[in-house]
């Protein structure tokens, strides 16, 4: 069965700070890690990352894939109220397309 | 961009009675569309994938005479909620995967509250 597991469970931080998040998965036949978004309704899209050790950029954030260590970190730097959010890792199995295992989500608060 | 739509975004129905929960596809023609629930504070669970013109595959725990799912074309799935009881009270999220770019992108979640 697959496993996603993101640490933190939950991080406050004020503004300006530069916070980190990991996700570590297990997965049968890894395709895809995908981090989202989500505030008040459903997640939004943030990255899809497939490669390892290659960087994907947005903005302040960022996030890279280590598949050696079955892992992806999301970096968000300068930290401002509207980062506050829960942010998910998700792991797409090849074997069945599209199919999506979350993992618990992180709780970020950004304080002003 | 590719954008997912729900209907109704809320609903509060008697326990007993069954709700329908839409989710289309608005730009994009979508072959599997997946249904997660969400409960307060807690991650995403897949629910069941729905496939267009054949049945949905149910994860397991899940009943599929309660949670009936249709797929009848290519923009649309139907979540059915059968006699439903205050703990099916829930974020029901829909999801569909635009093959195109190889992106899943959510609706925007129905809450329901079974009273």
């Known amino acids: 069965e697959d496993k996603v597991v993101q640490s933190p469970l939950s991080l406050v931080v004020h503004e300006g700070d530069t916070v980190t998040l990991n996700c570590s998965y297990e997965?049968?036949?890894?395709?895809?890690l995908l981090w989202y978004k989500q505030e008040k309704k459903a997640p939004t899209f943030l990255f899809m990352l497939?490669?390892?050790?290659i960087e994907k950029k947005s903005g302040r954030l960022s996030s890279i894939l280590d598949k050696k260590e079955l892992s992806s970190i999301l970096n968000i730097t300068a930290t401002q109220t509207g980062d506050s959010a829960i942010y998910l890792c998700?792991?797409?199995?090849?074997?069945?397309?599209?199919?999506?295992?979350f993992g618990q989500g992180t709780i970020l608060t950004v304080h002003p | 961009g590719a954008v997912v739509s729900q209907h109704p975004s809320r609903v509060i129905c008697k326990s007993g009675t069954s709700v329908k929960i839409e989710c289309r596809s608005l730009?994009?023609?979508?072959?599997?569309m997946f249904w997660y629930r969400q409960f307060p504070k807690q991650s995403l669970m897949l629910m069941a994938t729905?496939?267009?013109?054949?049945?949905?595959?149910?994860e397991q725990g899940v009943e599929k005479d309660k949670f009936l799912i249709n797929h009848a074309s290519l923009t649309l799935s139907t979540l059915t909620v059968t006699s439903a009881h205050p703990e099916d009270s829930s974020f029901y999220i829909c999801?569909?995967?635009?093959?195109?770019?190889?992106?899943?992108?959510f609706g925007p979640g129905t809450r329901l509250t079974v009273l």
């Open positions: 999801s569909a995967v635009d093959r195109r770019t190889d992106t899943q992108y």
């Open positions: 497939t490669s390892s050790g």
């Open positions: 730009d994009f023609q979508a072959t599997t």
């Open positions: 998700a792991v797409s199995d090849g074997t069945s397309y599209g199919k999506l295992t």
């Open positions: 729905s496939n267009e013109g054949s049945k949905a595959t149910y």
């Open positions: 997965v049968t036949n890894f395709r895809s």
